[in-house]
């Protein structure tokens, strides 16, 4: 079933120009915080981690500094793992997700691992709650050579010298209620198509690598998350989000080909995790945890598999 997207911005099944985006950022408004939910909480991590920041972020009147959290004590020889967050700043527990695994869980890895750890890329969308940048493009389809989007680029830029040395690189997301009621309906507006509704899948669920899976890593975490919060079926046709099902709880995407954060690096473990916050059988807390749980799992697995 199809169905034209309708939206107050623009006419339908005409494309968005400049104006049409103008219109949509100046209705987008600031519901909360990335210096006190987030920015303070890096900071305070800057006693035992070093803070690198790697860009500003320029939105006029706006700006936010970009930062990622660093091991101390780097050494050269060791292998590098990445943790990235907030690429879509309204999925919340991939913020405080790597958050939380810095501040309870990451100096057990000292001297094992040299951790990047990037909890928001995207802190315009984390104030304003959205899947979209102010330029209502979406930076997980962006992470591109010369990338015009200031979110991709900028953390293509801090990642390009360790992109042979990454080892295992998780990005922490959601599949949220408002994908389908908002933004997917969104997406097809400002693209002049028609809206195909689809399903939102109740639980957590990994996306692997099309071109290079690691079936037996994806199912590790899968079952570190298990632990914490409930796996996503497949719907009837044996999918999730549109995709076949692979492992429970598994799908793959082309990663590279797709502009996905996950494919930033040439890391030999890559997965993207999908946390379902507005399900009755979760809470805010354990979709945080699962995170958490997830980079666990993900750098234990990558750890013993290089040993």
């Known amino acids: 079933?199809?169905?034209?997207?309708?939206?107050?911005?623009?006419?339908?099944?005409?494309?968005?120009?400049?104006?049409?985006?103008?219109?949509?950022?100046?209705?987008?408004?600031?519901?909360?915080?990335?210096?006190?939910?987030v920015l303070g909480a890096i900071q305070a991590l800057g006693e035992r981690w070093d803070l690198v920041q790697y860009?500003?972020?320029?939105?006029?009147?706006?700006?936010?500094?970009?930062?990622?959290i660093k091991s101390r004590n780097w050494r050269d020889e060791l292998p590098c793992a990445l943790v990235t967050g907030g690429?879509?700043?309204?999925?919340?527990?991939?913020?405080?997700?790597?958050?939380?695994?810095?501040?309870?869980?990451?100096?057990?890895?000292?001297?094992r691992v040299n951790l990047m750890v990037v909890p928001c890329v995207s802190p315009w969308a984390y104030e304003r709650i959205h899947r979209w940048n102010a330029q209502a493009i979406d930076p997980n389809r962006s992470f591109r050579q010369d990338s015009?989007?200031?979110?991709?680029?900028?953390?293509?830029?801090?990642?390009?010298?360790?992109?042979?040395?990454?080892?295992?690189?998780?990005?922490?997301?959601?599949?949220?209620?408002s994908d389908e009621s908002e933004f997917r309906p969104a997406l097809a507006a400002r693209d002049g198509v028609a809206f195909v509704p689809g399903n939102i899948p109740d639980g957590f669920y990994?996306?692997?690598?099309?071109?290079?899976?690691?079936?037996?890593?994806?199912?590790?975490?899968?079952?570190?998350?298990a632990k914490v919060t409930h796996i996503a079926p497949a719907d009837a046709e044996g999918q999730i989000i549109?995709?076949?099902?692979?492992?429970?709880?598994?799908?793959?995407?082309?990663?590279?080909?797709?502009?996905?954060?996950?494919?930033?690096?040439n890391a030999t473990y890559k997965t993207t995790t999908e946390v379902y916050p507005d399900s009755?059988?979760?809470?805010?807390?354990?979709?945080n945890e699962a995170q958490s749980a997830a980079v666990r799992a993900a750098i234990d697995f990558a750890l013993a598999a290089k040993a």
């Not at 860009?55 to 990622?68: F, I, K, Q, S, V």
């Not at 099902?245 to 690096?265: D, M």
């Open 87 to 111: 690429v879509h700043g309204y999925e919340t527990s991939g913020v405080h997700g790597a958050l939380r695994f810095v501040g309870e869980h990451a100096a057990s890895y000292e001297g």
């Open 148 to 177: 015009p989007v200031q979110e991709s680029a900028a953390l293509m830029r801090l990642v390009e010298p360790l992109r042979d040395r990454v080892l295992v690189h998780i990005d922490l997301h959601e599949t949220t209620d």
């Open 1 to 37: 079933m199809t169905k034209q997207a309708t939206s107050p911005i623009g006419t339908p099944g005409v494309p968005w120009g400049p104006a049409e985006v103008a219109a949509w950022r100046a209705g987008q408004t600031r519901k909360r915080s990335f210096e006190a939910e």
């Open 206 to 225: 990994l996306v692997g690598d099309t071109q290079d899976p690691q079936p037996a890593f994806q199912r590790a975490v899968i079952a570190a998350v």
């Open 242 to 265: 549109g995709s076949p099902v692979v492992a429970p709880g598994v799908i793959n995407y082309p990663l590279r080909q797709l502009g996905l954060c996950a494919s930033i690096t």
């Open 280 to 287: 009755p059988r979760a809470t805010a807390e354990q979709c």
């Open 55 to 68: 860009g500003r972020l320029d939105y006029p009147p706006d700006t936010y500094p970009l930062l990622a």
